[in-house]
């Protein structure tokens, strides 16, 4: 199997984030990736299994390991039925889809994310998740079993899913779309993609939205208010573009972002009450 050994963590996070990571696996298939989960269960070694790293943030004194699904990359489409493995990357698969005048992933074409993240996370946009597409998930528990959730089983909710919280490896989805024509998709895709593109930083690495908006108010307003736009620590800078995006203006480190995080979050609760609850994951 292939791995990187002492990693350069910059390449496996969109955040382009400063350090070593001590090793990343690439498994080649399910067997592969079964052997060495329990190989580093005797071990005791602490491992995370890695998408695209667009919702990671990872400290450079993380002292596990990194497996990176890219070879799960098989798509198969069927009709309406798609096929695809956890490591296809959500962006690619919306236009693959696009081409077979299959409708449903649009709101999906600028989130950077592979599919088995996506699903990790229910991941969401302009009023639509993942759980409007998914009719099955395959995936392996820790114990070596390979299982079939349901929609249902798989428990989708706001940025959450079963996957969240059991030990659960996803391998595959099935997806359903609806028939529509290439023009009309692709328009909604680019108008999506325009939209991002006028509102958030996309010209500097990010994770993304950094905190959920507490009910009935925007975190990046919150934070904008808190005249907090532009803040920085180390090269970890709140946008100037969108306040709920911090950005890597060079070389910031997963600690840059944290203590980041830490200060807006007691900024804005001075000011306001509010305590933000941070969406991305930290690996520490
Ligand atoms: C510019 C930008 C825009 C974004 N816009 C959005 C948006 O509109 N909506 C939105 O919801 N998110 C958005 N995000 C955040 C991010 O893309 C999503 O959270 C995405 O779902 C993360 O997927 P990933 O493959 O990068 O997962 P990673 O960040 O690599 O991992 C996230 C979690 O998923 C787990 N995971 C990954 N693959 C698997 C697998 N195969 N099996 C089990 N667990 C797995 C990881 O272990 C980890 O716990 C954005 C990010 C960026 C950088």
Redesign the pocket.
């Known amino acids: 199997m292939k791995k990187i050994s002492n990693a350069d963590l910059r390449n496996?996070?969109?955040?382009k984030l400063e350090g070593k990571v001590a090793c990343v696996y690439f498994p080649e298939d399910v067997t592969e990736l079964e052997k060495l989960i329990l190989k580093l269960k005797k071990e005791n070694m602490k491992y995370?299994?890695?998408?695209?790293?667009?919702?990671?943030i990872i400290s450079s004194k993380y002292d596990g390991v990194l497996i990176k699904?890219e070879n799960?990359d098989k798509l198969d489409i069927d009709g309406n039925i798609v096929t695809v493995g956890?490591?296809y990357m959500?962006p690619k698969l919306a236009l693959e889809c696009a081409k077979k005048n299959l409708s449903g992933l649009e709101?999906?074409s600028?989130?950077?994310?592979?599919?088995?993240?996506?699903?990790?996370?229910?991941?969401?946009?302009?009023g639509e998740?993942m759980d409007k597409v998914i009719k099955s998930v395959t995936?392996l528990d820790d114990q070596g079993n390979i299982k079939n959730l349901n929609k249902e089983e798989l428990q989708l909710g706001y940025?959450d899913s079963i996957?969240?919280h059991e030990s659960?490896?996803?391998?595959e989805v099935v997806l359903e779309l609806k028939r529509d024509s290439y023009e009309n998709i692709k328009q909604r895709m680019h108008n999506n993609l325009l939209n991002?593109k006028e509102k958030?930083p996309?010209e500097y690495?990010?994770?993304?939205?950094v905190f959920r908006n507490p009910p009935g108010y925007s975190a990046g307003k919150l934070i904008e208010d808190a005249g907090l736009k532009g803040f920085k620590v180390g090269d970890a800078m709140v946008s100037l573009k969108h306040a709920n995006?911090i950005v890597n203006v060079g070389h910031a480190s997963g600690e840059d972002v944290l203590q980041l995080i830490k200060i807006i979050q007691e900024k804005v609760k001075d000011e306001t009450g509010i305590l933000l609850e941070v969406?991305?994951?930290v690996l520490e």
């Open positions: 496996y996070t969109t955040y995370k299994i890695l998408g695209n790293g667009s919702n990671l699904l799960f956890s490591g959500l709101f999906a600028g989130i950077p994310a592979t599919i088995g993240g996506a699903i990790y996370q229910n991941a969401g946009a302009y998740q995936v940025r996957l969240k659960l490896i996803c391998l991002r958030q996309l690495p990010s994770a993304g939205s995006f969406e991305q994951e």
